[in-house]
Antibody, heavy 127, light 109 residues
Framework: EVQIVESGGGLAQPGGSLRLSCATS????????FNWVRQAPGKGLEWISY????????MYADSVRGRVTVSRDDATNSLYLDLNSLRPEDTAFYYC????????????????????WGKGITVTVSS | EIVLTQSPGTLSLSPGERVTLSCRAS???????LAWYQHKAGQTPRPLIY???YRANGVPDRFSGSGSGTDFTLTISRLEPEDFAVYYC??????????FGQGTRLEIK
């Protein structure tokens, strides 16, 4: 069974740090790319980070760039998100999402979307 | 960065009705990178449509997607009670920021 399980969330002080982890199983981790998505209370989904295969390609949303570092460990099938200089507006439910892609059957165009999501984990930034 | 605008913000409908949700991009996008997700409170987002019109695994055929360029739609042909949720479109490409629309909430009337 394909599984993604986040951990490491909790309460942090403004200016503090947290490391979120994502444990995966049931698929060949190194063959996939991953994203972090969050949802603040009462808000919609917000993409915040992407990491490609072997960590060779990384992207961040403007809202977190410079404060967040994404990484992966293909040996342990794990994904990480280091959150630093935390702000109250970082309070959210954080999801780890696997991305999948390929070629469409008729026009051979590349497609890409987030096909498997973890259940998410809460991060609360408050003094 | 591509901005996706969904409309309407909220819809109140009854089971059995047909509904079309709109997603408009701030610039023309590659349709093969346009996806739709369903999100219920307390649950994991569920992929519904990828490449604008392809149903993800296990998605019932009452869900369909269409569109190109800047205008995309998600249609539910006949609403079931379990379809009431928030729906998000997303531009999902590994070479650019993967933005979500702000979501459309589908409520039971």
């Amino acid at each position: 069974e394909v599984q993604i399980v986040e951990s490491g969330g909790g309460l942090a002080q403004p200016g503090g740090s947290l490391r979120l982890s994502c444990a995966t199983s049931g698929f060949t981790f190194r063959a996939y790319e991953f994203n972090w998505v969050r949802q603040a209370p009462g808000k919609g989904l917000e993409w915040i980070s992407y990491i490609g295969g072997s960590g060779g390609s990384i992207m961040y949303a403007d809202s977190v760039r410079g404060r967040v570092t994404v990484s992966r460990d293909d040996a342990t099938n794990s994904l990480y998100l280091d959150l630093n200089s935390l702000r109250p507006e970082d309070t959210a439910f954080y999801y780890c999402a696997r991305a999948t892609g390929g070629r469409l059957p008729f026009n051979y165009h590349n497609y890409y979307y987030m096909d498997v999501w973890g259940k998410g984990i809460t991060v609360t930034v408050s003094s | 960065e591509i901005v996706l605008t969904q409309s309407p913000g909220t819809l109140s409908l009854s089971p059995g009705e047909r509904v079309t949700l709109s997603c408009r991009a701030s610039q023309s996008v590659t349709s093969s990178f346009l996806a739709w997700y369903q999100h219920k409170a307390g649950q994991t987002p569920r992929p519904l449509i990828y490449a604008a019109s392809y149903r993800a695994n296990g998605v019932p055929d009452r869900f369909s997607g269409s569109g190109s360029g800047t205008d995309f739609t998600l249609t539910i042909s006949r609403l079931e009670p379990e379809d009431f949720a928030v729906y998000y479109c997303q531009y999902c490409s590994p070479s650019s920021p993967m933005t979500f629309g702000q979501g459309t909430r589908l409520e039971i009337k």
